[in-house]
């Protein structure tokens, strides 16, 4: 029903940047939050950055001033400017959308492939 289509990950410098991004498609609710979430072999996936339908944003502590989410609402894409990557950004990043129609509806949730982002000299 949705698929979502990550690009843009691969191998950085220290202190370098990349920018990934993430289409998604299928019958997607207008009214929804798109994500972004990483996750290291043997540990916990985390929250990197959310945004809103309005744009309103969400960050890691550990990603704050580094990193910038953003959106198209016109191509269903949201995009993760990353800038000063460190070693410790290396992961698997994951773009997310989801949605709840009212309260009493159930949260539909979407997950792309992965993409995977390596820091390191």
């Known amino acids: 029903q949705v698929q979502l289509v990550e690009s843009g990950g691969g191998l950085v410098q220290p202190g370098g940047s990349l920018r990934l991004s993430c289409a998604a498609s299928?019958?997607?609710?207008?009214?929804?939050?798109m994500g972004w979430y990483r996750q290291d072999p043997g540990k916990e996936r985390e929250l990197v950055a959310t945004?809103?339908?309005?744009?309103?944003?969400n960050y890691a502590d550990s990603v704050k001033g580094r990193f910038t989410i953003s959106r198209d609402n016109a191509k269903n894409t949201v995009y993760l400017q990353m800038s000063s990557l460190k070693p410790e950004d290396t992961a698997v990043y994951y773009c997310?959308?989801?949605?709840?129609?009212?309260?009493?509806?159930?949260?539909?949730?979407?997950w792309g492939q992965g993409t995977q982002v390596t820091v390191s000299s």
């Open positions: 997310n959308v989801r949605w709840r129609r009212g309260v009493w509806a159930r949260e539909s949730e979407y």
């Open positions: 299928g019958s997607i609710f207008s009214i929804n939050t």
């Open positions: 945004i809103t339908s309005i744009g309103s944003t």
